[in-house]
């Protein structure tokens, strides 16, 4: 959550700094003076590693100015040492947690003083991590295929796991930053292309694409239930309020509207099946007109937008029955001449 600590790093149209193949060496000092880290950068010209990332608590005066200077001729010349500064995230203990996070990913070794090693004694070759690909914007780093040791990696996703379930449940705060520790480490990373014939066709593709991913990204941190339309029937059982029954009967009814199949017919199956008040998993398939284990068929809502969905309904119905009216727009047939002002006259 932290982007590039300099214009002079942007290298491409978008205003991205943009590095394939990359060196990664990791930090928790602030960088303030050349020297600070010319001999490090020396030692890397010598032994040809000529792009760097470099992760710190902070990098600022004369090490900016020198690695900007150094970034910006290697742009100019389309040779030399290419560089990226980037603030390390969070504060105190946490960043310390996140920048040894980084390490087991991109397989760099902390230059700390915990660690005894600095930028004057350090050899790049065995102190640098490294990954496929880096892209920084003004606001975020993403770093793309880590070329840590797998085993290590999973032995802290399950220490994270541990630290998490070892928590007592009024530590909220310090167990979201762990969740988001242990999204980052689980998580992959994809490139995806949307396009088509036309202008809008493209746009309309890429506003689906759009919303997958935003439903993705809340099944991760919330996790998934039965789509389909079932987890509402469910919840509509457990509820005694025929009005909230009704509403959330609706989504199914809707569905197998869409499909041109009887809802009362896939309504009473499911209904049935839901007596017992356990959480369920067998719904209605609308695209293969099946019953199904739709968790196993990977027909899913995630728990988010689900529950999202509920307190927005919700919201709004409460307001317009305690209002008692709601404004509405009446479709008029045929043309219509007036104005809203003389259409109103005339009622």
């Known amino acids: 959550e932290k982007g590039f600590l300099a214009p002079a790093f942007i290298n491409t149209r978008e205003f991205r700094a943009v590095l394939e193949d990359v060196n990664i060496v990791v930090t928790d000092k602030k960088l303030q003076w050349a ?27 004369e090490a900016l100015a020198s690695m900007s200077v150094t970034n910006k001729a ?7 040492m290419h560089l990226l500064a980037v603030a390390a995230p969070e504060f105190g203990e946490t960043r310390l947690e996140i920048l040894d996070d980084i390490c087991g990913l991109t397989g760099a070794t902390l230059i700390s003083e915990r660690t005894g090693l600095s930028f004057k004694t350090a050899e790049p070759a065995a102190v640098m991590g490294g990954a496929q690909r880096v892209v920084s914007d003004s606001r975020s780093t993403t770093i793309v295929g880590g070329k840590g040791e797998p085993e290590k990696i999973r032995q802290r996703i399950a220490g994270l796991r541990n630290q998490i379930a070892q928590l007592p449940v009024t530590d909220k705060i310090i167990k979201e930053k762990l969740e988001k520790r242990l999204m980052m480490l ?10 088509g014939p036309t202008e809008i066709e493209s746009k309309e593709r ?17 996790g998934t239930v039965p789509g389909g339309g079932l987890t509402y029937l469910w919840l509509g059982q457990q509820t005694s309020c ?12 809707q569905l197998a509207s869409n499909a041109g199949v009887n ?21 209605w398939d609308a695209r293969r007109n099946q019953f199904c284990n739709l968790l196993a068929a990977g027909i899913l809502d995630a728990v988010q937008v ?38 109103a006259r005339t009622r």
Request: with cysteine; glycine share 6%; proline share 3%.
């Open 206 to 222: 890429y506003l689906r694409i759009e919303d997958a991913i935003l439903a993705v990204r809340a099944a991760v941190q919330h």
């Open 242 to 253: 025929q009005l909230l029954q009704v509403a959330l009967r609706s989504i199914t009814i």
């Open 74 to 80: 290697a742009l100019e010349r389309n040779e030399g």
């Open 186 to 195: 689980e998580s992959g990373v994809g490139i995806i292309y949307a396009g």
């Open 306 to 343: 689900v529950e999202e969905a509920l307190k927005n309904a919700i919201s709004v119905a409460v307001q317009i029955l305690s209002l008692e009216a709601a404004i509405v727009e009446q479709e008029v047939e045929g043309p219509d001449e007036l104005t809203p002002y003389e259409r």
């Open 263 to 283: 809802p009362e017919r896939i309504l009473d199956k499911l209904q049935s099946e839901l007596l017992n008040g356990e959480s369920p998993q067998d719904g």
């Open 35 to 61: 020297n600070d880290v010319e001999e490090f950068f020396e030692k890397c010209a010598q032994q040809k590693i000529d792009r760097i990332l470099v992760i710190a608590e902070d990098v600022e005066g």
